[in-house]
């Protein structure tokens, strides 16, 4: 419950009318509104990257107790660049904003979008098994290619790739070697053609999530 969802307070002299109470119901609101503009991304409305590092730590910390996963998909747009550079910027604002809107729409009301940065997007799954969040994070990708952006004349068909992968009890990853075992997929179905979700095998899982510092630093390429 935030502050201004809390019992108001109570004038101390029991007037009904209060100046001082008055100014502290203002300023409350006056923060809830900044706390929102902090963690949200103006453009689209969804959370911003830097509540989504907050609320994946969360998650990651819940699936360790709980021993329940929690999924992770990042998905960016394929040859936005183009889009930009043949239409303008506002278009491509436009197209963020279609994207953004499809993401909203289409995930559970128990999973979490966010605007990672640029033309990227961070979806979070809380317990939820990587099987169910790529069969819905497929989905998502193909009503994002089923449902080009609409302009005055004509219309733009957009894509995107995907990658994804899932934090266990058993995982030993921190936040940013999770994120980036994820960015490896997302650069995989870049790789393998775009407009797919690449991910860790199912078989893979346990071996994964469990090697030690010396494999986990080959496998993310770290020194």
């Not at 409350?28 to 989504?52: C, K, M, P, Y």
């Not at 953004?100 to 289409?106: S, W």
């Not at 605007?115 to 969040?133: D, K, Q, S, V």
């Amino acid at each position: 419950m935030s502050d201004s969802e809390a019992t108001p307070p109570k004038c101390p002299v029991g007037e009904t009318s209060c100046e001082w109470l008055d100014e502290v119901e203002n300023l409350r609101r006056q923060i809830d509104e900044l706390s929102e503009l902090v963690s949200t991304d103006a453009l689209t409305g969804l959370f911003n990257f830097r509540h989504f590092k907050t609320i994946l730590q969360a998650e990651m910390d819940r699936s360790k107790r709980s021993g329940i996963p929690t999924s992770l998909v990042l998905a960016d747009l394929d040859h936005f660049k183009a889009v930009n550079d043949t239409y303008g910027h506002e278009i491509g604002n436009q197209a963020l904003k279609h994207l953004a809107d499809i993401l909203k729409n289409e995930v559970r009301t128990t999973d979490i979008v966010f605007r990672y940065g640029g033309e990227e997007f961070a979806m979070i799954f809380p317990e939820t098994h990587l099987n169910l969040a790529v069969k819905v994070a497929d989905r998502i990708r193909e009503q994002i290619a089923n449902s080009p952006v609409p302009l005055d004349e004509g219309e733009i068909k957009l894509t995107a790739s995907m990658g994804a992968s899932v934090y266990m009890k058993t995982s030993i990853l921190d936040l940013v070697d999770f994120v980036d075992s994820v960015d490896k997929y997302l650069y995989e179905a870049k790789q393998s053609g775009r407009n797919c979700i690449c991910h860790i095998d199912y078989t893979e899982l346990r071996a994964v999530t469990e090697v030690g510092f010396d494999e986990r630093a080959m496998l993310f390429g770290k020194e």
